[in-house]
């Protein structure tokens, strides 16, 4: 599920490594970083990075920014203006834009295919909110959560990426198929040939300790 370089720990993808900034063993979630903005161009849904996961305690959120288009097909009752978040280093007020700053709350509800240039932005964040009740998203953080409490009596989670459309994410699906792994990090150029995996194997025997106490 991780690998771990240079005392640098990255979640594995099939399309490749994202940085991870944190793990908390609390409410067992890792965040996949997101230090700044990024262009449209190279946009890797939070869906995607988390399907096949349980569901992390508050929603993974995107932020767009720099569009000019609001509506769309499958998309138009989740997105919604945010008018108080500052964009790559520049208020909103000052972009002369239609829409200068645009949330969809939970990234689950949308649909797999979307992709900013949709709405023809050019830039995207992928944050979540520190509480259910930052509904301004000024509280937010930077990244994704992705939920590693997975208790041992659910069904095979690999048994999503055997279904032609099943809920089957990159990050499961390196996981359950190691040879659609890539090992290169995706903002350097250069690929890790070598590594330690181990968080995985690590979190199986953590629930499965915790659920034989209870």
Do not use: W
Request: glycine share 6%; charged share 20%.
């Amino acid at each position: 599920m991780t690998r771990c370089k240079s005392q640098k720990l990255y979640f594995r993808t099939s399309l490749g490594l994202f940085p991870i900034s944190s793990i908390d063993y609390t409410s067992k979630t890792l965040t996949v970083s997101h230090t700044s903005c990024s262009s449209s161009e190279h946009f890797v849904s939070p869906a995607l990075l988390s399907a096949g996961f349980p569901s992390p305690p508050q929603p993974n959120s995107l932020l767009l920014f720099n569009c000019s288009h609001k509506t769309h097909p499958t998309a138009a009752s989740f997105i919604h203006n945010c008018t108080r978040f500052h964009m790559c280093g520049e208020a909103a007020s000052e972009v002369q834009l239609p829409f200068s700053c645009l949330v969809v709350k939970d990234i689950e509800k949308l649909d797999p295919g979307f992709h900013p240039k949709d709405l023809s932005c050019s830039g995207y964040r992928r944050v979540y909110r520190r509480s259910l009740s930052e509904e301004d998203y000024e509280g937010v953080d930077l990244g994704t959560r992705i939920s590693f409490d997975i208790p041992d009596h659910v069904p095979d989670m690999c048994n999503e990426c055997k279904k032609p459309n099943g809920n089957c994410g990159v990050g499961l699906k390196c996981i359950c198929h190691a040879k659609d792994c890539k090992d290169k990090v995706l903002s350097a150029a250069t690929s890790l040939d070598t590594g330690i995996n181990f968080l995985f194997p690590l979190l199986s025997i953590i629930v499965q300790m915790n659920f034989r106490m209870i």
